[in-house]
T-cell receptor, first 110, second 113 residues
Framework: RKEVEQDPGPFNVPEGATVAFNCTYS??????FFWYRQDCRKEPKLLMS???SGNEDGRFTAQLNRASQYISLLIRDSKLSDSATYLC???????????FGAGTTVTVRA | EADIYQTPRYLVIGTGKKITLECSQT?????MYWYQQDPGMELHLIHY???????EKGDLSSESTVSRIRTEHFPLTLESARPSHTSQYLC????????????FGPGTRLTVT
């Protein structure tokens, strides 16, 4: 079983729409959770950390559900520039190594 | 923006050649990582280091080797390149104790002919 599983999508949404997607993780002892964004043929870039209480950064909202071991990302008022692959990332217990999901592709159309 | 650099950005090389991919960071991070990623596929950790003179193999078996003689420098070497080594290689680093987020360099796109 993969450590991090994501719906690969693609999610095709019009500009201004709201899009949300989840990922699940297998290690119940994971302590740190992130969403990264990766544009085509570029390096991953940290989008936001995910905290137990949920957190928001502008149009992006991340939630963590430890009981069910899933993380969600919601994008409001989608922009064309939000088109990318979003990587769900968790660490192992007491471990600086990160496990990356395969990514969810989002395409925002005009 | 993360201060982590990789050279070369693109490399096309023939089978059997020895290559070294360079990775440097100026953030003073003690932890550094190498990932391999094929187009449209997920990242796989191939090597990591938690400090000078410390290197470990990652989750994906790789014929490459790494060294960590200086904090800021984490080069990856392939002694004899093969077409199966064609991929993108991404270097990353992370910092202080208790800080887990990693910052990536721009990657080296390697093609072995």
């Amino acid at each position: 079983r993969k450590e991090v599983e994501q719906d690969p999508g693609p999610f095709n949404v019009p500009e201004g729409a709201t899009v949300a997607f989840n990922c699940t993780y297998s290690n119940s002892a994971s302590q740190s959770f992130f969403w990264y964004r990766q544009d085509c043929r570029k390096e991953p870039k940290l989008l936001m950390s995910v905290y137990s209480s949920g957190n928001e950064d502008g149009r992006f909202t991340a939630q963590l559900n430890r009981a069910s071991q899933y993380i969600s990302l919601l994008i409001r008022d989608s922009k064309l520039s939000d088109s990318a692959t979003y990587l769900c990332v968790v660490n192992g217990a007491n471990d600086y190594k990160l496990s990356f999901g395969a990514g969810t592709t989002v395409t925002v159309r005009a | 923006e993360a201060d982590i650099y990789q050279t070369p950005r693109y490399l096309v090389i023939g089978t059997g050649k020895k290559i070294t991919l360079e990775c440097s960071q100026t953030m003073g991070h003690d932890k550094m990582y190498w990932y391999q990623q094929d187009p449209g596929m997920e990242l796989h950790l191939i090597h990591y280091s938690y400090g000078v003179n410390s290197t470990e193999k990652g989750d994906l078996s790789s014929e490459s080797t790494v060294s960590r003689i200086r904090t800021e420098h984490f080069p990856l070497t392939l002694e004899s390149a093969r077409p199966s080594h064609t991929s993108q290689y991404l270097c990353a680093s992370s910092g202080d104790r208790g800080i887990y987020e990693q910052y990536f360099g721009p990657g080296t796109r390697l093609t072995v002919t």
